[in-house]
């Protein structure tokens, strides 16, 4: 088993037991003063629409319109640019990827590309046929995401009746030719539900399931006080996956992914910040990371009027945190800034208000008693049934 962190998207990131990972299954190491010369994946989020409304949703609060969202001509271009300077693998997400009608064709260009293509995305809207096409087309890797083992807490949570269909997909991937990893996006009212996950994991052709405990951006900041699992919650579903080692070794691999909140040091945030990952919207603008808007003080180029290597290699957005040079006290002379880069600079702004702070979850931070005062407020509490907790905020749908 292994100990990582990660949004309701792509990127995996550690706690303590490792850092700044990512699903390529290597992690090549880059000095932190060091520019990469490429980045080694590219987080296509193709749409904000979803049939979904998860309330821990990662995608910003002000989603973009269909109107706005790149055609499949300049997808394509990107893929390719992106192949060309070394991408090795593409991420399609969104919102719902499946909500784009043109995704075999994605995943056909990205595969002629020569990349690596993972589809992730919630199994709606899907059937057997459309599957069928996109393995043809291509498809390497399927990482289907739960809302929970249970159908009535699933619903709840993502505000829709998703966990049948959910279900079906799973069955009929037994039967394709494309890897598949279950995504469990965890939190205060499923966390003692991993047992019965894994008995879904272990029920299925999965070789790879990702506890991923909610970070606190987008839509999971708004409702993190009801997401956020208490310190007990936690060590029993550690308990748990600990018993459980054993069994599972050699047939599903299991990554956990902590809530950073409890964490003594923060997530190397994306794998360092403009260092391994680009991310491009659906209207074209090229992200270091999911969140990063969050941080006013950043402009973003679009691959419609800018090439993905211009981008990368001389972007404002991209220069920014890259480095040390903008950091700041306790990061700048402590000797794990070169593991965690400091942690994440979207979580600085939202809880510190300074993208250029030291992550607040760091024990080092003079801001973590803010964080302790927020679990402070969640532990003292014991975690209610869902159904007492009618007061979500839940993501909308996009025009
Ligand atoms: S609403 Fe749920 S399924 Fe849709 S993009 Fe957000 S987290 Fe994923
Ligand atoms: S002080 Fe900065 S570099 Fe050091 S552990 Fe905390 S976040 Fe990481």
Redo the contacts with the bound molecule.
Sequence with gaps: MTLLECG?LTPFWSVELRQGTFNLGYDPEIPLGMTPSNPLALIAELTHR?P???V????PLELQARRDELSTEAWSRVLREAASVGVLQADFT???PLARPDLVDLVRAARAAGLYVSLIT?GMPLDEARLDALVEAGLDHIQL?FQGAREEAGNEI?GTKAHAQKLRVLEWLRKRRVAVTLNFVIHRHNIDQIEEMLALAESSSTTRVEFANVQYYGWAFANREQLLPTRAQLDRSLEVLKRTEERLRGKIRVEFIAPDYYAKYPKACMGGWGRKLMLIAPNGDALPCHAARVIPSLTFENVRNCSLPEIWESSDAFQKFRGEEWMQEPCRSCDRRALDFGGCRCQALLLAGDAAATDPVCSLSPLRPKVDAILAGVNASAPTEIASRPDWLY?PNPA
Excluded: A, F
């Excluded at 821990?56 to 995608?59: A, F, H």
């Design positions: 309701s979803c979904l409304h998860c821990y949703c990662s995608n969104g919102g719902e919630s995401s993502s993501r």
